[in-house]
């Protein structure tokens, strides 16, 4: 994730929430705008982020902000634009608490919720809480979002390190088909993992076979070939590649 460019897309996206639509337990937000002193701390908590890329400078007008009463649409702008400082601090378990508090009071339209539980996801991450970055990028998905050839690579390795090793696998083949035959060798050596972790011993072969016909030479492929052979109980032909 490149912070800087998700930063100001926190806060670019602050500016551009109109009504929103939360959860059952939400209310809709019918206000469209910032009133006019409001306005004004905000933008300058903003231009200090962005502008002056001081993040401290904008907590500090983010604070005076808070302080108001705000409106919902207020209230849901500050909250993005927190997460967004917190961001720039490297404070990811603070930026997923503001924008886990702007999803659970409505705050975020419904047009921006599957992109904000992907931005949820990619902070968990940082943060290597891994089960959650996992939920949140589930959440993505069902919202509705179409994971690309990286996301699904990630998508694999998430469900790998939480053991759900058959969910890796739908992730990971889908990795292979877009890659093609010139896949990277690490591409090839996790799928192969994978399917020896879930006994798909046929499609583990077939690999192989595919990784030995472009690398003659490599001996640890011609054991791993006579290792599976051994485990089957073929003795004899395991011997043969040997």
Not at 78 to 98: F, I, M, N, P, Q
Not at 135 to 143: F, N, T, V
Not at 159 to 180: P, S
Request: proline residues 2%; negative net charge.
């Amino acid at each position: 994730m490149v912070i800087k460019s998700f930063v100001r897309g926190l806060a670019a996206a602050s500016l551009l929430a109109l009504a929103t639509v939360g959860g059952a337990a939400a209310q809709q937000c019918t206000e469209t705008e910032f009133s006019s002193g409001n306005g004004q701390l905000y933008l300058k908590a903003e231009n200090e982020l962005l502008v002056n890329e001081n993040p401290q400078a904008a907590l500090q007008a983010l604070n005076k902000l808070r302080a108001n009463e705000l409106n919902c649409y207020e209230e849901g702008a500050a909250l993005r634009l927190s997460a967004a400082v917190k961001v720039e601090t490297k404070d990811y378990v603070g930026a997923v608490r503001d924008f886990e508090t702007a999803l659970n009071r409505g705050l975020i339209p419904a047009s921006e919720r599957a992109s904000t539980y992907y931005n949820i996801s990619q902070l968990y991450m940082q943060s290597e809480n891994i089960p959650k970055a996992l939920e949140y990028m589930d959440r993505w998905i069902q919202a509705g979002g179409e994971p690309d050839r990286d996301q699904k690579w990630q998508l694999a390795v998430l469900n790998h390190k939480v053991d759900k090793n058959r969910e890796a696998v739908k992730w990971a083949e889908q990795v292979f088909r877009e890659d093609g035959p010139n896949a990277k060798r690490e591409v090839y050596d996790f799928l192969i993992f994978l399917y020896d972790k879930t006994g798909q011993l046929a499609k583990k072969a077939e690999l192989l076979e595919t990784l030995l016909a472009r690398n003659p030479g490599e001996r640890k492929l011609w054991d791993a070939i006579a290792g599976d052979y051994f485990r089957a109980g073929n003795d004899r032909r395991a011997f043969e590649v040997q």
